[in-house]
């Protein structure tokens, strides 16, 4: 039930149809509260969604503490991606409440943990192998 919500909702914020996207999230963080086997990653999509919504009605305090509460969730099962991406965006909502220390503070973590990421990147290996001229007949 939460996953079709959360949908609706991130259909409602691409069509700027705003009131309809609260009262859908509404709905969709009192059903994934109420679900006893709720995953987090439910939550930390909906914390997500909530957080674009506030960011379109500018309101940027409730947008980054929405933010830093979905990255206290990601950062128990990292995922460098999804954990690069929320970062980013709470740095945008720290800039846009003029706390630039802050932001730059959590945009250097953003650029280590692409660096870091880098290193796991997938090699084909036949390509690590040493090539040999061509034979002559």
């Known amino acids: 039930m939460g996953s079709v919500l ?10 700027e149809r705003l009131k309809e996207a609260a ?11 109420d679900a006893p086997d709720a995953a987090p990653a439910d939550h930390l999509k909906l914390l997500r969604l909530r957080a674009a919504l506030e960011r379109r009605q ?5 947008a980054a503490e929405d933010l830093r ?3 206290n969730l990601v950062q128990r099962e990292p995922d460098s991606g ?14 846009r409440q003029h706390r630039r220390r802050e932001a730059r503070a959590v945009e ?3 650029a280590a943990l692409r660096v870091v990421s880098k290193g796991n990147e997938v090699v084909d290996a ?10 002559k007949r």
Do not use: H
Request: proline letters at 5%; aromatic letters at 8%.
């Open 108 to 110: 250097k973590r953003v």
């Open 23 to 33: 009262d859908v999230l509404d709905q969709a963080f009192a059903a994934v509260n």
């Open 82 to 95: 999804l954990l690069a991406a929320l970062m980013t965006e709470y740095a945008e909502a720290l800039r």
């Open 126 to 135: 036949t390509q690590l192998l040493p090539t040999s001229a061509p034979r």
């Open 6 to 15: 959360s949908g609706l909702t991130s259909l409602y914020l691409t069509q």
């Open 69 to 71: 509460q979905a990255l």
């Open 58 to 62: 500018g309101e940027w305090p409730k």
